[in-house]
């Protein structure tokens, strides 16, 4: 079954037919009813709530075959939580930036405020992590030096112990034409070396 391409697009709809027909035939395919949800949910293609549904069928069709009626949706949730008598909400927001604007809600009267799930958590984490003293950070690496050529073979220099120092080859580096030599001709070839490895 081929479902690569575009998504909510009514030319899927006989491809979203024939995958919920499959679905329907499988039960390890099938979403448990909609009187399981723990939680009110509301469709991307009416904006109503789902009830006496399949949620399987839901599913596919708002992602294959419809366009998404968002500004349908979020109008729905806002009559929704108006009829709650309550008028602040908070929504948690997951995933990349802030799809969920405001007018509905200030039309409906309600205060909204809206909380990042994932920074929340990163936060929460790191507020509660303490490091042991003995901690390293890498924070990002990448390398090529002598006797390694990537992480995993500088790894390998370091777990035993290999000092790769040498004296620098003149046929690699004339240091007896640097202006250092030039200004102390007593200048070892090992400390430059030194500098030059580092």
């Given at each position: ?9 009514p ?11 499959l ?5 390890s395919?099938?979403?448990?009813g909609c ?32 366009r998404c009626e ?7 949730l ?10 602040a909400h ?9 799809c969920v604007p405001l007018?509905?809600?200030h ?7 809206k909380?990042?799930?994932?920074r ?7 507020s ?12 990002g ?6 006797g390694?050529n990537?992480?995993?073979e ?5 777990a ?23 200004q102390d ?8 070396g ?5």
């Amino acid at each position: 079954m081929h479902l690569r391409g575009k998504v909510h697009n009514p030319e899927n709809a006989e491809l979203a037919k024939e995958l919920c027909e499959l679905c329907d035939g499988m039960e390890s395919l099938t979403l448990p009813g909609c009187e399981y949800l723990q939680v009110p949910v509301y469709s991307n293609i009416t904006g109503r709530r789902l009830q006496e549904c399949s949620l399987t069928h839901e599913a596919v069709l708002t992602i294959l075959a419809s366009r998404c009626e968002w500004w349908t949706l979020l109008n729905e949730l806002a009559s929704a939580l108006k009829s709650t008598g309550v008028q602040a909400h908070t929504f948690a927001m997951f995933g990349i930036g802030d799809c969920v604007p405001l007018m509905p809600f200030h039309q409906a009267r309600l205060k909204v405020s809206k909380i990042d799930i994932h920074r929340t958590i990163r936060e929460a984490e790191l507020s509660e992590y303490t490091f042991p003293e003995d901690a390293i950070a890498i924070v990002g690496a990448a390398c090529r030096l002598p006797g390694a050529n990537n992480l995993e073979e500088l790894w390998d220099l370091m777990a035993g112990g290999v000092s790769k120092a040498e004296e620098i080859r003149p046929d690699r580096i004339p240091l007896h034409a640097s202006f250092r030599a030039s200004q102390d001709p007593k200048v070892s070839y090992r400390v430059l070396g030194f500098f030059l490895l580092c």
